[in-house]
């Protein structure tokens, strides 16, 4: 840190926000799954026919000269949910699973994803593909090596790939004599046509100047103080993810579940700022707001969403140097910018920036989190009353808590899909239920409950264990030393700038003495009214080293497959310690 004198080494401690949590869905019961290997197939009810849909996409290759073609799920700007419109996968191969990459050749068509979701996969999927029950792009690359001859072309849209992703199957493929292949032009969308959701068009709204750390005026100038101290001096920074606009804008929309984002980019330069968007979704108090009718530095341009593409490598001609976050940035973007035009560092300087909340947002996150205990206690002591007369399931119960967060002021939705989970279910650290698939509630067994708010101030986190019987001698202990892991790590004082991975192993330390452990992260970033999962705050290798001013969510769990799951979660904010020598 600058102006630290040498030796003196400032240290930080975590305090919680709240003492009360979140990880995301799946049903994994291995009954009424499709059998391809008998004649006829048996396929659930659940499956969906995809055999138009890859004939037409087939033919789209065989238009585009094409031995392969990739999709995967997501959308331009990396989203950890991802839209009606944007869900591609979900449609080409009939599986709903949050992750997963599609592959289809002349013959072929394959889906690899996690052990979360093979099950779900399937009981949706028909015959038409295979489920490779591997994640990652080597096992998908050596399939095509396999199926695809030499001189094969694979094709992929550029504004769904990372620029990570496009590396390595880049140099997975080189030396092969196949050839990957980036096409603007979306073949899926082709096919899709006009059965494809529409894009979103509610209005885009500016936050009331109560619920904002600082004007969005504020926040351009502190990203070009950024840019003006930048050693390579760069003349503009390119934003493509979508919590990244709206925090720097101060505004919000409903594009995204669980997010109050709209689809947007933006480039901020010196002199000018440009807005990527649906104009006609903006009133005329918002467009004044932006100051949209001028075109001065700090006046924000509004642009055709769809232009960007053309736009930014319009902008290249010049002499200019443009500033990207190579995590969070789309191949489509750095294939047009050259790379001695380009300022290539892993996050944006907003990514950095947003992570660090001045006093305004954390006064404004803690304020959400009391809050949203309220209907976290309420539904507590709603279970109490009601799981010994076993009229209680998972799926109802989720239901009840999204509605008793509802009712608190300025509440905007849930934050994530409630994770409602008795008994064995709570094993699988994503499962959450569904109407047509959940569990009762039962005094006999242990029950887990992670969800989450989003409210104008903040968005909130929070994960609770009981049992309303008598636990096992087994159960206490494991339960016990997640509880002590929470609280070491929520307590710990440490160095500044050390990094979350080192830090995690003291929520760890507890489990591992007895020979227990658990296989999720132990925390994430969180926003104020933005992502619940938020980056790059956390404690795992690739983020920001920890510093004061920034909240993570602290999840230590333990999982008995087949039998129970605990997990508890709060939020806590980086402080300065306050220690007896210095």
Known sequence: MAGIPWGYCPLFVLLSVCAWGHAKPVDLRRENVRNCSTSPHYLPVTVINTTVQLKDLRQQMHTWNLSAYIIPNTDGHMSEYIGEHDKRLAWITGFTGSSGTAVVTMGKAGLWTDSRYWTQAEQEMDCNWELHKEVGSAPIVNWLLTEIPTGGRVGFDPLLFSIGTWKTYDMALQGSHRELVSITTNLVDLVW???????????????????????????????????????????????????????????????????????????????????????????????????????????????????????????????????????????????????????????????????????????????????DAVPVIRYLVWLEKNVPKGTVDEFSGAKLLDKFRGEEEFSSGPSFKTISASGLNAALAHYSPSKELHRKLSSDEMYLVDSGGQYWDGTTD?????????????????????????????????????????????????LWDVGLNYGHGTGHGIGNFLCVHEWPVGFHSSGLTMGKGMFTSIEPGYYQDGEFGIRLEDVALVVEAKTKIK
């Open 193 to 371: 046509g006009s059965e494809r959701p529409p894009v979103p068009s509610q209005p885009i709204y500016a936050l009331q100047e109560a619920f904002t750390g600082s004007t969005w005026q504020e926040k351009v100038s502190s990203i070009r103080s950024q840019m003006q101290k930048h050693r390579k001096a760069p003349t503009a920074v390119l934003l493509s993810m979508l919590d990244e606009t709206a925090w720097l804008f101060n505004l919000r929309s409903s594009d995204i579940p669980y997010n109050p984002f709209f689809y947007s980019y933006a480039l901020l330069t010196d002199s000018s700022i440009r807005l990527f968007v649906n104009k006609s979704r903006f009133n005329s108090e918002t467009l004044q707001y932006l100051n949209s009718s001028c075109t001065g530095p700090m006046c924000v341009q509004l642009e055709d969403y769809n232009q960007v593409y053309d736009s930014v490598q319009a902008y290249t001609s010049g002499a200019v140097r443009i500033w990207i976050g190579t995590s969070n940035t789309m191949y489509a973007f750095y294939k047009v910018i050259p790379k001695d035009k380009l300022i290539e560092e892993t996050y944006s300087p907003v990514m950095v920036t947003k992570a660090v909340k001045n006093s305004k947002e954390q006064a404004l996150l803690r304020a959400s989190h009391v809050r």
């Open 462 to 510: 929070i994960t609770r264990t009981v049992h309303w019987g008598t636990p096992s001698a087994f159960q206490k202990e494991a339960y016990t030393r997640v509880l002590i892991g929470n609280m070491d790590l929520s307590r710990l004082i440490f160095p500044a700038a050390t990094s979350g991975l080192m830090l995690e192993a003291f929520a760890r330390k507890a």
